[in-house]
């Protein structure tokens, strides 16, 4: 859930439900998009915050609040490969009433970034555009120079 307002819920009702929560170790800034440091500082609020909560309504009315207004813009959503997504309309499915099990694809939280060093990098760039492309013309030209030796001693 990006750039969410973090929700603390008083256990005083029952007619709230988390349906998706922030670690233990989370925290809130004070200084919001004027940060600093994104470590933590005196003055943050401890967590664990309420990301999306599920309201029951006294008239049997219900409200599904996700705290972030960006969840389904589609750099977030390709993220979390389309469970953002699936998240929204499964909630908007409870709420017209179906009742089927809700699901939500599983996201792998393990990266395996490519890390390639400046050297490395550099050298694929001199195979990539210099001695690749100059082989594969020189494999050509003596092509066509073997293709008119043939001809000319046929002829």
Do not use: H
């Not at 709230?16 to 933590?40: N, P, Q």
């Not at 792998?108 to 890390?115: P, V």
């Not at 555009?129 to 013309?137: A, S």
Request: charged letters at 20%.
């Amino acid at each position: 859930m990006p750039i969410s307002q973090g929700l603390i819920l008083d256990n005083a009702t029952d007619a709230v439900t988390e349906l998706m929560t922030t670690s233990e170790s989370a925290f809130s800034k004070i200084a919001g998009y004027d940060l600093d440091t994104y470590e933590k500082e005196e003055g943050d609020i401890d967590g664990p915050f309420a990301v999306a909560v599920s309201i029951a309504c006294d008239n049997d009315g219900q409200i599904v609040w996700f705290s972030s207004s960006t969840f389904l813009e589609d750099m977030y959503n390709a993220w979390s490969a389309g469970s953002n997504s699936d998240l929204a309309m499964n909630a908007l499915s409870s709420l017209i009433g179906e009742r089927e099990a809700m699901a939500i694809r599983s996201k792998s939280l393990n990266y395996n970034y490519l890390s390639i060093s400046d050297s490395t990098a550099s050298l694929l760039k001199v195979l990539m555009i210099g001695v690749f492309p100059l082989g594969y013309l020189c494999i050509g030209i003596g092509v066509i120079l073997k293709r008119r030796r043939k001809q000319n001693e046929a002829g």
